[in-house]
């Protein structure tokens, strides 16, 4: 399995699990999605926003260069820039599931047509604090979607501490079975 298909792999896990992970959110109500409880980004809807805006923030990032597939970002890049990796674009959930689903869309579709030589091209872009910095684009896209299962992580964390499963979240039920025949002896 080449690169692409593994990124291509992510792009479906990771749209996945957000599914997954709104689904069991919305069981709960506004007030206890909002509420502080001590996490790093304060609540489930402000830790669920950051992940939405970092997500946001990679794929402008990423638009901008030809060699990304650019074209299958257009909407994103599109968007209005966010200010802040805490900023809350969406205080409504429905709102920001709305948005969650769309932007999982163009990620899948985007994985999709990725191409196997770009992921060794150097990837500059300025972080949020205006450094400039310049990367792997591969490797960045490997710290895309391990930041999404790291922020993943900590709301089904919070959401468990609520009484609310998540259920399975191992990318492993993700990964095609092979036939026993193709396993080398």
């Known amino acids: 399995m080449g690169r692409q298909q593994q990124f291509e792999l992510m792009g479906r896990y990771n749209r996945d699990m957000n599914q997954r992970l709104y ?11 909002a509420s502080n409880v001590g996490a ?3 609540s489930i809807i402000g830790t669920l ?13 990423f638009a901008v260069h030809h060699f990304s597939a650019a074209n ?10 966010p200010t802040a990796l805490n900023q809350v674009l969406h205080e409504d959930f429905e709102e920001l599931f709305r948005v969650r689903r769309a932007l999982d869309t163009t990620i899948c579709a985007w994985t999709e047509n990725l191409q196997e030589v770009s992921f060794d091209r150097p990837l500059t872009y300025k972080n949020s604090k205006g450094h400039d910095f310049c990367k792997p684009f591969g490797l960045v896209l490997q710290h895309f979607f391990n930041h999404q299962a790291h922020h ?5 964390t919070l959401l468990s501490q609520q009484g609310v499963d998540v259920g399975v979240t191992d990318l492993l039920l ?12």
């Open 40 to 42: 790093f980004f304060h």
């Open 174 to 185: 993700w990964i095609e079975e092979l036939p026993f025949e193709s396993a080398e002896k």
């Open 49 to 61: 926003n950051h992940l939405y805006v970092a997500d946001v923030m990679w794929l402008q990032r």
């Open 23 to 33: 689904a069991a959110a919305a069981t709960m109500d506004e007030d206890q999605l």
């Open 72 to 81: 299958h970002l257009a909407d994103v890049a599109a968007m209005a820039r």
């Open 152 to 156: 993943r992580g900590q709301v089904t």
